[in-house]
C-alpha cells in the first residue's frame, strides 16, 4: 500500500513493519515528529512507547531492552546524539543490537534546527569512547528513510552491533510516497538474552574486561567483526558515471540535490555523475574507486565545512577532489551548485 | 540434622572471578558490600525468585557483583541502572529488576534516572548503599559524604558553603507517590542485619508479586576509604551516620497495592495498515503518469503566505492528489531562515520520473496569499509559469514579474463567503486546477474527504473549493 509520509515518520512505520518492540526517546525539534509517531502507532499495537527522562536515559532504556533480547530503537537530533553517546560506546562494546536515528541539525552547540551534515564526524568516526564503529546508513530520500529503517534492525540483528540511519532535517521533514509491504524479518537466536527463565541464569551482558589482555582480545574481536561489515556492507548509488568528466559526491538530502545537479549540468553539456554513498560506515571506498577514473576531478558538496570529504580523500589518491559546503541551516541552490561545477571544470587540478 | 544456615541457591558455587580464591568475595575485609550481599541472595532463593530476577551490576566497587550472583545480569554504565532497567523491565513485564547503586552511582551520577524510575514505578527493587564515600575510584567526595568529614576530594573536610548538605535519598524517594515501600537500614551489627533481613524478604516478596516500586538505602560501612578498623567502622554507623542518616522505615503500602499489569495484545502488519488509516481510495490505480500541463517531467509548486494561511496544508493537499495520479511526489515545508519576513512555504515536486531534489528554488506554478510571498516569490516563476494570487491581500503586483499567466483572486474573499477566511487556501488551489487543469475538481474534492473528517469542515473547503473553481476557469477561458 502506499501512503504520503514524512521521513521521519516513514521511520516509525518501517520500525514497526521490522517487528521492532520499543521506542525510547526524548522530544528534540526536528526529530520529534519521530517520537509522536511512535506515541501514536507503537501502543496500538502493543508495542512499547515511553518518553524517557532524557537522552541518556533513552538510550539505557534501548540498552536494556536489547540486552532483553528484544528490537529497540530510540531517535534524536545532533545535541541529543551527543548525550546518547555514552550509551552507543557502551553498547558496541557489549554487542548490543538497536537502531538510533539521527536527524541533524545545525550545529554546532544549540545551533538551529536547519539541516546540516555536521555530525558525520561524530557518528561515522566514533562519537563515544574507544574503538568501536556502528553501521551508519545515509537514507537520500523518504522511501529510502523506509526502506533502510527496515533493514538497520535486521543488520543490528546480524552482527549485533547499533546501526544508525544517519539522516537531516529536510530529509526528516519531507514528505513522499511509500510503498508500505509486508516484511520477514531476519531473527537470529540471542542465547546471551537477559530473561526471567533458568536458561540465561548466569547470562552477564558486560562492557568490562578489567585484565588487558583480555580487553586486547574483545578489542580484536569487535575489529574482526567489522572487518567482515567492511567487506559485505557498503552500499553506494552511482548515477550517470561511466563517461562523466567529474564526479559530484554527496549524502542524504544533498546525494538528492546533486542528482539533479547531474540532470541539470547534463542539459548543458557538462558530462556529470554522481556517487551518493548509501552506507556512510562503511565507507563505500571500492564503489568510489569503480566509479571514478584516475584523474577525474571530483567534487564533494556536504551540509558541513568538509567531513565526508576526508573519506573522498582518502580514497581517492589519484583525483583531484574538490570541497563546497553549506552550512547554518542553508541548502545550496540549484544555480550554485551549477557554478561550483564549472569552476571546477574550469581549474580541474587544484 | 536440620540445616538451619545454607548458601543462597541464588549464589554460585565457586567465585571465579579470581583463580586462587574461588570460595571469596573481592571486597576489602570487613565492607559492608559482602553482607548485603547475602541478604539479597537469600531473599531471592527464599522467594523462589532467581529465574525472574535480572540484576544491573552499577560502576563501584559491587561492579562485580555478577561473579556471586547466579542470576541474568548486565553491567552498565556509571548511573544508568535505572534506565536500563526499564528497558528490560518493558520488554519482560515477568522480570524483577534489581538495582544495586552506591551513591555516587544513584545519588551524583544517576539522580536523575533514578528519580524518575522511581517514580514511574518500574518493578525495580533498589539498593541504594550509602557508605558515604566513593570506594573504587579512591575515596572521593559522595552526595552523602557527612559535612567535616575528610574524603581525597574534601581533604579539609566538606563544608556547607562549598560542597553543601549531605544528599538525604530515601527521604527524598519517599516524597514520590510510585514507591510502595522506603526505607533506611544498615548492615553494621547483628541486630541491623537483621533488621535489614526482614525488609528486603518484605520487599521481594511485593516484587514477586508484582507491586511495583521498593527502595532500600542501606548505610554500609568502609573501612578502608574510612581509614578504620572493621569494628570502629561499624561503630561509627550507630554513633555518628545515623544521626545524619537515621534508620527509618519511611513508607510502606504495598499491603494495599494492586499488582501492575502492563502487557498488551500485540499487533502486526494488518493492526499496522488499520493504525496508519490506509483507505482503498487513497491508492493510485497504476498504469501511466498523465502528461504534466507545462509539457515536461517535472512540475515544481510552491504555496506562500503568513504562518496560519495553510499554505502547509495547500501544499499537503496538492501532493496528496499528485499521489493518486500515479505521479512521483515530494512535499517540503519551509524551514528555518526561510521563514523569516513573515512568508510560510511548501514545496511540491511532481514528477513522471523519480524526483532529484525536493527542494523548489523557481516554482513553475506560484501561489502567493500574502503580499511578502509575492514580493519574495514571484519574480523567480519562469516565464512559462503561473501566479495565483490572493487578490484580497495583495493589492499591489511586482514589477518584475516574468511568468506568463499572473491570475488573481479574492480567495480570502470567496472563502469568507463560504463560511470561513481560513478556507483561502482552498480557494486558490480550486483557482489554479481551473487555470490550468492540473487536477480536475473531483480529485481535489476526494483529497479534501481524506484531509477533512469532520463533516462541516469538508463542506466549507468544498465550498471553497467550488468557488476558486470557478474563477480560474473563468479566467482560464479570459486568458
Ligand atoms: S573500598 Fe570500601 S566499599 Fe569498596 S570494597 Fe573496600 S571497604 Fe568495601
Redesign the interface.
Known amino acids: ?4 509520509l514524512k521521513g521521519n515518520e516513514a521511520a516509525v ?1 518501517a520500525a ?2 521490522a517487528d521492532c ?2 521506542f ?1 526517546g526524548y522530544p528534540i525539534t526536528p526529530a520529534s515528529e519521530i517520537a509522536h509517531t511512535a506515541a ?2 507503537f ?6 512507547f ?1 518518553q ?3 537522552e ?3 538510550i ?11 528490537r ?1 530503537m530510540t531517535a534524536s537530533s545532533s545535541p541529543g546524539i551527543s548525550l546518547k553517546m ?2 552507543i560506546s ?1 553498547m558496541a562494546c ?1 554487542e548490543m543490537p538497536c537502531v538510533i536515528v539521527d536527524v541533524m541539525r ?1 550545529g554546532p552547540g544549540l545551533g ?4 546540516e551534515q555536521s555530525d558525520y564526524f561524530q557518528i561515522v568516526k566514533g562519537g563515544g569512547h574507544g574503538d568501536y564503529r556502528v553501521i551508519v546508513l545515509a537514507p537520500g530520500s ?1 522511501r529510502e528513510m523506509y526502506q533502510f529503517t527496515l533493514e538497520a534492525f535486521d543488520l543490528a540483528d546480524a552482527y549485533r552491533t547499533p546501526v544508525v540511519v544517519l539522516t537531516d ?2 530529509t526528516g ?5 511509500v510503498e ?1 509491504g ?1 516484511f520477514e524479518p531476519t531473527k537470529p537466536e540471542k542465547p546471551w538474552k ?5 536458561a ?9 574486561y578489567l585484565d588487558f589482555d583480555e580487553m586486547e582480545r574483545h578489542v580484536g574481536h569487535l575489529d574482526a567483526k567489522y572487518a567482515e561489515i567492511s567487506r559485505k556492507e557498503a552500499r553506494a548509488e552511482l548515477y550517470r558515471t561511466e563517461d562523466a568528466e567529474i564526479l559530484v559526491t554527496g549524502y542524504g538530502i544533498m546525494g ?2 546533486l ?3 547531474a ?1 541539470d549540468c547534463r542539459a548543458r553539456d557538462l558530462r556529470v555523475g554522481l556517487i551518493r554513498p548509501q552506507t556512510l560506515w562503511p565507507f563505500p571506498a571500492e564503489f568510489y574507486r569503480r566509479a571514478v577514473r584516475p584523474g577525474v576531478p571530483v567534487l564533494t558538496v556536504e551540509l558541513s565545512k568538509g567531513q565526508l570529504v576526508e573519506d573522498v580523500r582518502l580514497t581517492l589518491r589519484d583525483n583531484p577532489v574538490h570541497f563546497y559546503g553549506r552550512s ?4 545550496p ?3 550554485e551548485l551549477v557554478r561550483q561545477v564549472e569552476q571546477v571544470l574550469r581549474r580541474p587540478d587544484v | 540434622m536440620p540445616i538451619v544456615l545454607d548458601k543462597p541457591s541464588s549464589f ?1 558455587d565457586t567465585f571465579h572471578r579470581k583463580p586462587t580464591q574461588q570460595k571469596t568475595t573481592h571486597y576489602c575485609p570487613g565492607c559492608g558490600h559482602g553482607i548485603l550481599h547475602k541478604l539479597i541472595a537469600e531473599a531471592i532463593s527464599a522467594a523462589e525468585l ?3 530476577c ?1 540484576i544491573m ?1 552499577p560502576v563501584g566497587c559491587s ?1 562485580f557483583l ?1 561473579y556471586y550472583f ?8 556509571h548511573g ?1 541502572a535505572p ?10 513485564p ?2 524483577i529488576l534489581v538495582c544495586y547503586q552506591g551513591d555516587g552511582d544513584l545519588a551524583a551520577i544517576g539522580t ?2 533514578a ?2 524510575a522511581a517514580s514511574r514505578g518500574e518493578k525495580i527493587i533498589t539498593f541504594f548503599v550509602n557508605n558515604n564515600v566513593y570506594g573504587m575510584t579512591g575515596g572521593q567526595m559522595a552526595p552523602t559524604t557527612l559535612l567535616n568529614q575528610k574524603t581525597t576530594t574534601t581533604p579539609y573536610g566538606r563544608t556547607l558553603e562549598n560542597e553543601g548538605a549531605p544528599l538525604p535519598v530515601a527521604e527524598i524517594m519517599a516524597t514520590l507517590d510510585a514507591p510502595g515501600l522506603v526505607a533506611r537500614t544498615a548492615v553494621n551489627s547483628p541486630r541491623n542485619i537483621q533488621k535489614t533481613r526482614r525488609l528486603i524478604r518484605r520487599g521481594f516478596e511485593a516484587m514477586k508479586d508484582g507491586k511495583g516500586y521498593v527502595f532500600i538505602e542501606v548505610l554500609s560501612h568502609c573501612p578502608t576509604n574510612w581509614r578504620k578498623t572493621p569494628e570502629e567502622a561499624c561503630r561509627w554507623i550507630d554513633e555518628v551516620v545515623t544521626k545524619v542518616y537515621p534508620l527509618k522505615l519511611f513508607k510502606d503500602d504495598l499491603d494495599t497495592r494492586e499488582p501492575l499489569c502492563r502487557e ?6 494488518p ?3 488499520k ?2 488509516g ?1 483507505r482503498a481510495e ?3 490505480a497504476g498504469g501511466v503518469p498523465p502528461a504534466l500541463p507545462n509539457g515536461t517531467d517535472t512540475l515544481t509548486f510552491k504555496g506562500a503566505g503568513f504562518g496560519g494561511q495553510g499554505v502547509l496544508s495547500l501544499g ?1 493537499l496538492l ?2 492528489t499528485a ?1 493518486r495520479k500515479a505521479w ?6 519551509s ?3 526561510e521563514m523569516r519576513g513573515g512568508v510560510a512555504y511548501s514545496s511540491v515536486v511532481i514528477s513522471r520520473k523519480p ?5 523548489v ?1 523557481c516554482p513553475d506554478i506560484l501561489i502567493a496569499l500574502n503580499k511578502p510571498s509575492i514580493f519574495k516569490l514571484g519574480p523567480l516563476v519562469p516565464e512559462q509559469g503561473t501566479i495565483v494570487y490572493n487578490s484580497s491581500m495583495i493589492d499591489e503586483l511586482p514589477p518584475d514579474l516574468s511568468a506568463g499567466t499572473v491570475a488573481g483572486v479574492p480567495a480570502t474573499d470567496l472563502a469568507a463567503e463560504a463560511g470561513s477566511q481560513k478556507a483561502a487556501n482552498t480557494v486558490a488551489l480550486g483557482c489554479l486546477a481551473g487555470i490550468t487543469g492540473l487536477l480536475t475538481r473531483e480529485e481535489i474534492a476526494g483529497a479534501l474527504r481524506e484531509t477533512y473528517s469532520k463533516p462541516a469542515v469538508y463542506d466549507l473547503n468544498l465550498r471553497a473549493l467550488d468557488a476558486g473553481w470557478r474563477h480560474g476557469v473563468r479566467q482560464g477561458t479570459d486568458a
Open positions: 500500500m502506499k501512503k504520503l512505520v514497526l513493519v518492540d520499543a525510547f501514536l502507532l501502543p496500538k499495537l502493543g508495542r512499547v515511553l524517557a527522562e532524557s541518556l536515559g533513552a539505557n532504556m534501548v540498552f536494556g531492552a536489547a540486552a532483553a533480547g528484544r529497540a555514552e550509551g557502551y557489549a545545525a538551529n534546527i536547519g539541516p523518504v532535517a529536510t521533514q519531507m514528505m513522499a510516497p508500505i509486508e537477559l530473561d526471567t527463565t533458568a540465561t541464569n548466569g547470562n552477564v551482558i558486560t562492557s568490562i538528492r540535490l542528482h539533479s545537479l540532470d547554518g541551516g542553508n541548502l541552490t540549484r544555480e | 554460585f532467581q529465574d525472574r535480572i551490576a561492579v555478577y547466579e542470576c541474568a545480569s548486565i553491567s552498565i554504565p544508568r534506565a536500563v532497567a526499564t528497558g528490560i523491565s518493558r520488554m519482560r515477568d522480570a536523575n534516572n528519580i524518575h498488551h495484545p500485540r499487533g502486526g502488519f493492526e499496522l495498515v493504525a496508519l490506509v487513497e491508492q493510485d499537503l501532493a496528496n499521489m512521483e511526489v515530494t512535499w517540503l515545508p524551514y528555518g531562515p524526483i532529484g531534489s525536493p527542494v528554488d
